[in-house]
């Protein structure tokens, strides 16, 4: 392990620990850490300083989606290593694009100046078929670790996978070209909303239209006009409040594209 990925690690330990953000760290593997959040959900971040094979990215989300205590995943990437400075344009491997897509449209770096670490997401703009731009946002928090679900609907990791990010807001439509450029999408859904699709019994990719429909099939059910029970009557209102939470969701979606 690199002095640099050294001094961040124990940076990384030391904010994860922190009251503020409350995690407790189950496993220390050095570049590997199981961590569980105060939520309870457990998370396992893999420090990277080299190139990795997308058969390995592929193997280790599989390993942990299979886990007795399924485990949500994060990659953050040794800046110097693997990415160029802001504002240049590169050919970025098929690797560094995979997790591109897996968190969101950004892969997550980090970066030690002195005695100061810092995670800095970075987006990476499509200029055409293989050259990406590279935009660095503002650093990160640590304590905003959290988890969530992608899905990815073709290539090398098709399906849903859990996933940690730090909770930032959808990309500008500036960006959001990447996702019609390239070969295949990725859909990335916070765990906060996932009570909410189970609820209408939504599937991950669903759009305004089925959502309508979702809600029309247990209104018909639960409404007070069909069904005056005092269960029914809640059930109604846990029905609204999941269809405003994924229509606002799905209306900040579009927005962004």
Not at 32 to 40: E, F, M, N, Y
Not at 48 to 72: G, K, S, T, W, Y
Not at 248 to 254: F, G, R
């Amino acid at each position: 392990m690199r002095l640099d990925t050294f001094a961040f690690r124990r940076h990384l330990i030391e904010a994860l620990e922190a009251r503020e953000t409350g995690a407790c760290i189950e496993v220390d593997e050095m570049d590997v850490l199981r961590v569980r959040l105060r939520s309870s959900e457990r998370v396992e971040i893999h420090l990277i300083e080299r190139d990795v094979e997308v058969d390995e990215i592929r193997a280790i989300f599989q390993q942990n989606q299979r886990a007795e205590v399924p485990l949500h995943t994060l990659y953050l990437l040794w800046t110097d290593m693997t990415l160029p400075e802001s504002g240049q344009v590169f050919e970025p491997d098929a690797w560094v694009l995979l997790l591109h897509y897996l968190f969101n449209e950004r892969v997550y770096t980090y970066k030690v100046y002195g005695d100061q670490s810092y995670i800095y997401p970075v987006h990476l703009e499509a200029i055409n078929a293989r050259q990406r731009r590279v935009h660095y946002g503002e650093p990160i928090q640590i304590s905003g670790l959290g988890c969530a679900f992608t899905r990815i609907f073709a290539g090398a990791l098709a399906g849903d996978w859990r996933v940690a990010d730090f909770g930032e807001a959808p990309l500008s439509a500036r960006y959001q070209r990447t996702r019609r450029a390239d070969s295949f999408a990725a859909r990335h859904i916070h765990t906060d909303l996932l009570p909410y699709f189970e609820l209408l019994q939504l599937a991950h990719d669903a759009d305004h239209a089925l959502l309508k429909k979702a809600y029309r099939q247990l209104a018909r059910q639960f409404h007070p006009d069909v069904n005056n029970t005092p269960e029914a009557t809640l059930t109604m209102q846990r029905v609204n409040e999941a269809y405003q939470k994924i229509l606002a969701w799905l209306d900040e979606e579009a927005r962004s594209a």
